[in-house]
Every structure is written in C-alpha cells, then in structure tokens.
C-alpha cells in the first residue's frame, strides 16, 4: 500500500502537461473551474484544501490526494485536521453505501 507520494505527484504534474499540451480548451476551462472555486474568498486556503482532500478519497483519485495532501500540508493543516476531515469522507462514504443499499432493495421489490 506504500506509495511514493512525490513520485505520483511529479508525475501527475507531467501528465496534465501532456495532457494541456493535446487538448488546450479542455485543460484551461478546468483550470479556470479550480480557480473560480476560490474566488469567493469564502474559505481560506487550508479549508479548501481539507475540503478537497476528502472528496479526493471519496472519488478514489490517487492524483488528487498526492495534489490535495500536499497544498493542505502548505496551507497549514494540522495532521489531526487532516485526519478529522479523512472522518468526514469515512463516514460519507458509509451513508451512501446505506442509502444505495435502500434504493437496492427497492429495485428488487419493484423487480
């Protein structure tokens, strides 16, 4: 389960080069989408980045908890606010397990 975080990190940076390099509209809106999710000024850096990093484990993207680890370590979070909103995607993940579970069951009664 050992990853080597800067590694994914240093490579992940490459790739989304690669990847603006071959489609520009697509790799600059997204850019754009990211920074207008801080424009408001609404949440400081280290909550947007808490934020982020539990629903990055919640999408199950490598690339964006190597991304989103790292800025909440820069933005100042704690290794204990880290783990707190980890909880937070622990327990989500959770309730929807248990809220798809009863839309399954309601897909076999129905069936």
Do not use: Q
Request: charged fraction near 20%.
């Amino acid at each position: 389960m050992d990853m080597n975080w800067p590694d994914t990190l240093s490579s992940l940076v490459k790739r989304v080069g690669v990847f603006a390099k071959a489609n520009p509209p697509v790799a600059s809106a997204f850019h754009k989408l990211e920074t207008a999710s801080r424009e408001t000024g609404v949440l400081d850096a280290k909550t947007h980045e808490l934020i982020s990093l539990a629903v990055a484990v919640t999408t199950r993207c490598d690339g964006c908890i190597a991304a989103h680890a790292g800025a909440a370590r820069k933005a100042g979070a704690s290794k204990e606010e880290v783990a707190a909103a980890l909880g937070t995607a622990i327990a989500l993940n959770a309730g929807a397990a248990y809220v798809y579970s009863s839309r399954a069951l309601d897909a076999y009664e129905a069936l």
